[in-house]
């Protein structure tokens, strides 16, 4: 099970955060801080992969954002190490070449997208088209 | 929304968060009502704060209002703040109910969707209360739309976690079944989730998603990578689908059908055979999606264990990735590996991977993949390549990373005790342990060397040498002062012929540590100057003199002042004799579980250590060991009661009772001790006593100011011997000294018992031994009665306890397969077989206590049997000399409300019902 993603910026800036198992707010802060510090302090020929308490973090590094995913044993690393680059994707479709201040200013979007991939911790959908279809009715409503 | 901007520090940031706040708030409670858009507006302002980390105390009114608007972006908007804002136990739930309820019924599936969603996310027993029947007839309706379907399989897989008891099984659940058939793939995806973890917890009901599974994965790998259009990820088929119907198969053994294990096996092969072909893509994408499918299939085949040519390709799969460029198929590889050593078809071909393995603990650059290495190592460990092994890793601990060294060193140092052939080897490395990386040796590790050079009198010698020899370096870690303290004080003798090592040399170089040494191994290094006045009369007067010494006999330290006192008076006034009786070689130690492999497991968590076999193997023996790692202790120097400590009898009782040190203190005792009674009810606290029994086999069955009384058994099948030890710990013989075995009528049929009758004196300060031969007949439910009578000083002493003779000593562990366990557990449906009992715990509920009691209950401890990792089962058989029985039990801890739910079934009414009570008193 996926227990949260997070978007953090070098500055240790949490861009966006979705948790799948409630966690109190100054918990959240505090491990969004050591997470990244965790993240940071890593090279590239280091893995992907963290232990990190009694879970596992998978995290990707794109510019300079990182997308930083925690997850218990019954999820496959790879396979989240890849949804990472798939959520990336989508989100470079639909806002063509997403920046970090697109995240930031299109926050409710880039929900949508999340909730739309994964659901409760759990892989929902994959298929780009169909994650990005809420969105574009949202828009067509917001034209009209 | 686009006034929230980057923000330069930290005090400016929170002070333009407070003025957004402030003013956010006096819009909601403003009087002019705000449009729509203004409210979507601040809900998402207030969203973006929430998500920098400050509490959000208000708007949630708002956000629910939105709920209920008919404007799809409100509406959205209102649901997200909801599932990102409001926790399960929120007062609002019951508005979001309402809404919730509102566009479940709106049949607009967009609607739906963000209601699904939402209960997805936030999933509270309300909820579940509220939806748990609804949802199940949405998910398999025919004419809910695909999306809905998605939602609404992730949204009953919610339910179902937070309240279980609120989703029950129905028709519905074999049409969840067939969505693995749904041509859709992302209902595939939802519904593989769902069912993945309704199948953990309910087995047999979604059995036949097995064969759907294997079939729809056979669809998806065998396709061409155009077939399935989206969800075709860089030339990959459904990659992240794959990889969940892997997972579902691992619920479950290996399919039964042949036909359905045909097709499984050609798609595992399939999924090798795409490792090796050309990639489709130069993109690294490609591959990780590939290599993710790739693992899961390894999972699954070691999870099956049972295809000996696939275990062997996916070791030589792994093998390639172990020497590949990028760290992370090397770090997965390495983890995978590590399952796969255990299984006995493809150890061998783990084997031949040693030296890449110790390459990469070489060259690594990632801590946590050295760490992987290590892991591997330890499981691919065995006798025939135990010392290069170990030596790589000695070698390695040189210059490992500061967090990884303790585990390390206890991986060694059990490596070492469970693959020794030559003890001295044995001997050398836990040396060298100490020597690399003292800090890192906990107690565990040199009680445990201790215990092994007491306990082989091939390697005494030895030992005696290497740690003099040791001692030598001018600067040397204080483990290695303990070890050699103890190990000389006991075994110095051996090496006293040789003039380099005579007796005032080991004293003199043993005092030159002292000083530097902290409390405790100054209290340690005292007590074998005590016993070096035994082995070596011809330095008796040096030690004296130390012992006299003022800063001996005035330290500020209690203990070390005490011991300093006692010991001079000790061997001032007792005569050679005496002195030889109490400061007696240690007796050998009671075989146990190492207290090491205790600590490693209770580091690392179940199932990451390999050696449950071992705990098995050694189950007949004590298991106290890992319930209470201090008991193993087999030093003097953490026991606090001074005068118990000289011979460490704390640790190893009834072996040796000596006379308290202080012999002129100890009549004192005498005023306190019970006075006589005429008959002999039983004793105070014997229940308690008793029930500590159930579960082990030796320790201390009574004690009192007079006398001692030990326990030491052993069980085969329907038959058992039981050593009774009867210690005076007074000054002052024992007359007339009778004990008796009394069994009731009714035990008497069913219980066959012979005693021997004991000397009649027990002399101050001494020991006597009984034997009880124990025949088991038929079960039984009560014990029997030790009654011991004698005089003691003019007066008469009676006293009763029981006996823990029960009838879990003469079960036989038996391990069974999940499939096995559950197929007897059905065969013993009959009301009358099962018992259960529910019942607060009355320990701390720790699991690696509760397994090691049920082991030592006698029972089998099977892992991986109960779908719940956080149940325990077990399996045996009763051995009586009429019947044999055999038992299935089941314990279901419940942390947050600390009860236990404890279930036997076996094929006698009374044989469950007696174990249900003896094991219920165990937690």
Redesign the interface.
């Known amino acids: 099970m996926i227990k949260f993603f997070l978007m953090v910026n070098k500055q240790g800036q949490t861009r966006l955060s979705r948790y799948y198992e409630h966690v109190e707010i100054h918990k959240r802060t505090m491990l969004e801080a050591e997470v990244i510090k965790n993240c940071l302090s890593r090279s590239k020929d280091q893995c992907s992969f963290i232990e990190y308490k009694d879970f596992k973090l998978v995290y990707r590094q794109y510019a300079a954002l990182f997308v930083v995913v925690g997850i218990n044993e019954t999820e496959n690393e790879m396979a989240v190490y890849e949804l990472i680059h798939n959520f990336v994707e989508v989100l470079d479709k639909y806002f063509s070449r997403v920046s970090e201040l697109d995240i930031m200013f299109n926050l409710d979007r880039v929900h949508i997208i999340l909730d739309e991939m994964v659901l409760n911790g759990c892989i929902v959908e994959t298929n780009r088209n169909r994650i990005l279809a809420p969105l574009f009715v949202l828009d067509k409503v917001a034209e009209n | 929304?686009?006034l929230v901007k980057r923000r330069k520090s930290k005090e400016a940031e929170i002070k333009r968060i407070n003025k957004e706040l402030a003013n956010i708030r006096s819009k909601f409670k403003g009087d002019k009502a705000l449009d729509g858009y203004s409210k979507k507006k601040y809900v998402?302002k207030l969203?973006?704060i929430?998500?920098?980390?400050?509490?959000i105390d208000f708007g949630h009114m708002e956000a629910v209002n939105l709920l209920s608007s008919n404007?799809?972006?409100e509406k959205?908007?209102g649901y997200?703040f909801i599932?990102?804002l409001v926790?399960?136990n929120s007062e609002l739930i019951r508005l979001i109910n309402n809404a919730i309820k509102n566009d479940l019924a709106s049949r607009n599936p967009?609607f739906m969707?963000l209601a699904l969603?939402c209960i997805?996310?936030v999933?509270s027993r309300e909820m579940a209360e509220a939806f748990a029947g609804e949802i199940p007839k949405i998910l398999v309706a025919g004419d809910t739309m695909d999306?809905v379907k998605?939602?609404a399989a992730?949204?009953l897989?919610?339910l179902y976690r937070t309240s279980p008891d609120l989703v029950p099984m129905g028709d519905w659940t074999s049409r969840v079944v067939h969505l693995l058939n749904d041509q859709h793939?992302?209902v595939v995806?939802?519904a593989t989730?769902l069912i993945t973890t309704l199948a953990q917890k309910n087995p047999e009901e979604f059995k036949t998603s097995v064969s759907l599974a294997v079939s729809r994965l056979s669809r998806i790998v065998t396709s061409a990578s155009t077939d399935l259009q989206?969800?075709t990820?860089y030339f990959v088929p459904?990659?992240?689908?794959s990889?969940?119907l892997l997972?579902l198969l691992q619920c479950y053994p290996p399919p039964e059908d042949p036909a359905v294990r045909g097709r499984l096996t050609e798609c595992l092969e399939t999924i090798l055979n795409k490792a090796q072909e050309p990639p489709k893509s130069k993109k690294v994408?490609h591959s990780?999606?590939k290599?993710?499918?790739l693992?899961?299939a390894i999972s699954l085949i070691i999870h099956h264990d049972s295809e000996p040519n696939l275990l062997v390709r996916a070791c030589n799969q792994l093998g390639q990735f172990l020497q590949h460029r990028e760290?992370?198929l090397?770090?997965?590889a390495l983890e995978s590996m590590c399952t796969l050593a255990s299984s006995e078809f493809s150890h061998e071909a783990v084997k031949t991977h040693i030296e890449t393995v110790i390459n990469a603990l070489k060259t690594e650059?990632?801590v946590?993949?050295r760490q992987r290495a290590v892991d591997l190592l330890y499981a691919m460990c065995d006798r025939s390549n135990a010392q290069q092994i170990v030596a790589e890793m000695l070698n390695y601990l040189e210059t490992a990373d500061y967090s990884i060294r303790e585990e390390i060193v206890l991986k060694v140092a059990i490596l070492a005790e469970k693959y020794a052939v030559d003890y001295t080897w044995y001997v050398d490395t836990i040396l060298n342990l100490i020597r690399i990386a003292g800090d890192y040796v906990s107690e565990e590790v040199w009680y445990r060397v201790i215990q092994i050079v007491i306990n082989r009198d091939d390697v005494q010698g030895y030992a005696a040498k290497t740690v003099f020899e040791a001692l030598q370096a001018p600067a040397c870690h204080e483990n290695l002062v303990k070890v050699g303290g103890y190990i000389l004080g006991e075994f110095g003798n051996l090496i006293a012929g040789d003039p380099r090592s005579s007796p005032l040399i080991q004293f003199n170089l043993l005092h030159s540590k002292f000083h530097l040494c902290s409390v405790p191994t100054r209290a340690l290094l005292l007590s074998t100057y005590i016993k070096f006045v035994n082995l070596f009369p011809e330095i008796k007067t040096t030690i004296q003199d130390v012992l006299r010494s003022d800063s001996q006999l005035k330290n500020a330290d209690v203990e070390l002042q005490q011991r300093a006192v006692e010991y001079l008076r000790l061997s001032t006034i007792a005569s050679t004799d005496i002195l030889a009786t109490v400061l007696e070689e240690m007796p050998p130690f009671p075989e146990r579980e190492s207290s090491i492999l205790a600590k490693l497991k209770k580091k690392k968590g179940p199932g990451t250590v390999t050696d449950l076999e071992e705990i098995k193997k050694e189950r007949s023996s004590d298991m106290n060991g890992s319930a209470e790692p201090a008991s193993v202790n087999a030093s003097a120097v953490s026991t606090p009661s001074p005068s118990a400590d000289l011979l460490g009898l704390g640790a190893a009782p009834l072996t040796n009772s000596a006379p308290p040190p202080a012999s002129s203190g100890s009549l004192l005792v005498d005023v306190f001790s019970d006075s006589a009674s005429a008959v002999a009810p039983l004793a105070p606290g014997s229940d308690d006593n008793f029930a500590r029994f159930v579960c082990k086999n030796n320790g201390v069955l009574f004690e009192n100011q007079l006398l001692q009384i030990g326990l030491k058994s052993e069980f085969r099948q329907n038959l058992g011997r039981m050593f009774i030890f009867y210690g005076n710990k007074t000054s002052t013989q024992f007359l007339n000294f009778t004990p008796t075995v009394i069994c009731s009528d009714d035990l008497q049929s069913s219980l066959n018992l012979q005693t021997k009758p004991v000397d009649p004196t027990v002399d101050g300060g001494a020991q006597v031994q009984q034997v009880v031969n124990i025949e088991c007949v038929s079960d039984f439910m009560e014990a029997p009665i030790l009654n011991i009578q004698f005089r003691y000083g003019g007066t008469f002493q009676n006293l009763s306890v029981k006996l823990p003779i029960t009838l879990n000593k003469f079960f036989q562990p038996t391990e069974m397969s999940s499939q096995d366990f559950f197929q007897r557990w059905k065969q013993l449906s009959n009301p009358k077989q099962e018992v259960q009992n529910i019942f607060k715990a009355k320990h701390p509920m720790d699991a690696e206590i509760t397994k090691a009691k049920i082991i030592g209950f006698g029972s089998a401890l099977l892992e991986e049997v109960d779908p719940n990792p956080a149940n325990f089962v077990g399996a045996g058989i009763i051995h009586t000399k009429t019947t044999q029985i055999g038992c299935l039990l089941r314990l279901e801890p419940n942390l947050q409300a600390q009860m236990y739910r404890l279930t036997l079934r076996t094929s006698k009414e009374a044989v469950s019902q007696r174990l249900c009570e003896l094991l219920s008193e165990q937690f």
């Open positions: 929304m686009h998402c969203l973006f929430f998500l920098l980390g400050h509490d404007r799809y972006t959205q908007i997200l599932s990102v926790n399960s967009t969707g969603h997805a996310n999933g999306s998605q939602s992730l949204c897989l919610r793939l992302g995806t939802a989730s989206d969800y990820y459904a990659p992240w689908l990889v969940k997972r994408q990780n999606a290599n993710a499918v693992f899961e760290t992370n090397r770090y997965l650059r990632d946590s993949v």
